[in-house]
């Protein structure tokens, strides 16, 4: 399913949009065509794959996914060079979705950035992870807080009816550095909040119960600041007209850096929610964006 992305006069997208291949060949194990790449920074870019038809997974979880590594210079063998990567599409769409970093000299995406419609990437079936709705208890709210491509998982778990039917109201807080790694996330929103297949799935006004809160670190954008120097101090709850968290309330999902799940991980239990995993749901639940 081709979504149509809006292009932003201020901001370089270079877009390329292919239906599925008619004469694709997987070659590799495990292999999937890319149908679709969109890059928004010089180190942020989202592409589209087709979905293996025995891919089923829980919104919020991931898999492993890469490229063929290069020749062993001992032996001339390849082996799959794979990393952990969010799925961010919903249970219910075609194909699948993935918002990715470009790390200058990463041995995957210093590649993968290059990728374009009709390539083939490995796709490792097994999602896992602990960002999902078995994970928390039951509760009227609920928060993601993102940081950089830790918006991945949220925009997976956005566009699952399951979270406005379990949630009276849904709040995402995405903090980038600059305006323009916002991008992503600002045109997920506004598609959300227009998708038709969404509504007749959840019912009119559901995008009403959702908000959606951006912050920049180093530049003026829509609000400045950590999510957690404004959580500290009072001025998102100000913001959205909220008094404080509730373990009787609030549900929370992180997603970010490791400053910003241990920060957040500190908030949260200072007002009273738990960490839940999978086999023990409790008030909030914490994963890392990568690794380092
Ligand atoms: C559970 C999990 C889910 C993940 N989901 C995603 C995802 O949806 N999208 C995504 O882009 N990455 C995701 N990652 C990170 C991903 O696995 C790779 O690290 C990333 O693609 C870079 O791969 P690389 O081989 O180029 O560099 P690596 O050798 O893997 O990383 C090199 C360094 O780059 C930095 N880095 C890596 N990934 C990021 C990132 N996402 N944001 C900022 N800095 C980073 C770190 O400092 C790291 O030490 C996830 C990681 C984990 C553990």
């Not at 694709?24 to 589209?48: M, N």
């Not at 928390?136 to 491509?149: I, V």
Request: with cysteine; hydrophobic share 35%; proline share 6%.
């Amino acid at each position: 399913m081709g979504t149509a992305y809006r292009v932003c006069k201020d901001i370089t997208v270079h877009m390329n949009i292919a239906t599925e291949p008619s004469k694709a060949v997987a070659a590799l194990p495990d292999a999937q065509i890319v149908t679709e790449v969109q890059h928004y920074t010089g180190s942020l870019f989202r592409f589209r794959t087709t979905r293996p038809r025995s891919l089923r997974f829980r919104a919020g979880e991931f898999v492993m996914i890469g490229l063929m590594g290069d020749p062993d210079p001992a032996n001339g063998k390849r082996k799959p060079l794979l990393r952990a990567y969010s799925i961010a599409s919903p249970t219910w769409d075609d194909g699948l979705e993935f918002y990715s970093i470009k790390v200058k000299d990463g041995p995957l995406t210093s590649r993968l950035q290059h990728i374009q419609p009709g390539d083939q990437i490995i796709l490792r079936p097994k999602p896992v992870g602990t960002l999902v709705h078995d994970a928390l208890l039951p509760g009227k709210r609920l928060w993601f807080f993102a940081s950089g491509t830790g918006i991945a998982p949220f925009a997976s778990l956005l566009r699952e009816p399951q979270t406005y039917e379990d949630y009276e109201r849904v709040i995402l807080t995405h903090t980038c550095r600059e305006t323009a790694e916002l991008k992503y996330g600002a045109d997920l929103i506004e598609t959300i909040r227009g998708d038709e297949l969404l509504r007749d799935l959840i019912g009119d006004g559901f995008a009403d119960r959702l908000t959606y809160y951006p912050t920049t670190t180093r530049d003026d954008g829509p609000k400045t600041g950590r999510v957690t120097r404004l959580l500290r101090n009072g001025t998102l709850f100000a913001d959205l007209g909220i008094d404080r968290m509730d373990p009787e309330i609030d549900r929370a999902m992180v997603c970010g850096s490791l400053g910003l799940n241990t920060d957040m991980k500190e908030i949260l239990e200072g007002f009273g929610l738990r960490e839940g995993a999978n086999a023990a749901p409790a008030e909030y639940v914490v994963e890392k964006a990568f690794v380092g």
